[in-house]
């Protein structure tokens, strides 16, 4: 029912011109701070993806961020300080909601004395996660330590009825970013609307 809740309270403030994300956000590191302040940073997607043209939309607002939190910008991977990775994707699976409804029932002497009966039916819907996640590896290992393993893992998820990822996609970024390289130890919520400065910045951008 909290997700019913949550996805009704989406949908009515689409319906009055606003619309409102509620994005999970984890972060992962077994330090506190795996990545250096105003390190040079390499970008690529991980893995195929069907939409190249939209990957490359990806990365160019995630190098748009890297900048905004005082990063250098490198496209020689070979030279950058760390490596970043990222993909975006939409999983769905079926939840079981409930609708209340009255309805007419006859009395002891037929439907001259009705009452009324209120009841539950359950509903099977469509529900859509749409995700990011961003994975950042040190380009310069030192010791035991290896290049294929991430330093730092971040993850922004959210749910809706329907999935649009082109613009959610805005959101799980404003999401991740709020924690970048940081070790959450915890799922954090964040409830983000259209009219939210960072919003606007990173939808403008292109």
Known sequence: MKNFTLVMGVLLLGIGGCRSYDVRVNGFS?????????????????????????????????????????????????????????????????????????????????????????????????????????KVFDNRPVGTAKADVPVWIGEAATSGYYANVREGVNYLLVGVFEYFGQNTKKQYEMDINSDDPRIKRIAAYK
């Open 30 to 134: 077994e330090v506190p701070r795996p990545i250096m302040d105003r390190a040079s940073m390499y970008v690529t997607a991980d893995g195929n993806s069907h939409n190249p043209l939209f990957v490359k939309e990806v990365k160019a607002k995630i190098e748009y961020l890297l900048s905004q939190h005082g990063y250098a910008l490198n496209a020689d991977e070979s030279k950058a300080d760390y490596r970043l990775t990222f993909k975006v994707g939409v999983a769905s699976h079926l939840v079981t909601n409930y609708s209340d409804s009255y309805f007419a029932t006859s009395g002891a002497y037929g439907w001259n004395r009705m009452g009324y009966s209120y009841s539950y039916f359950p509903t099977l819907e469509m529900l859509y996660d749409e995700l990011l996640t961003i």
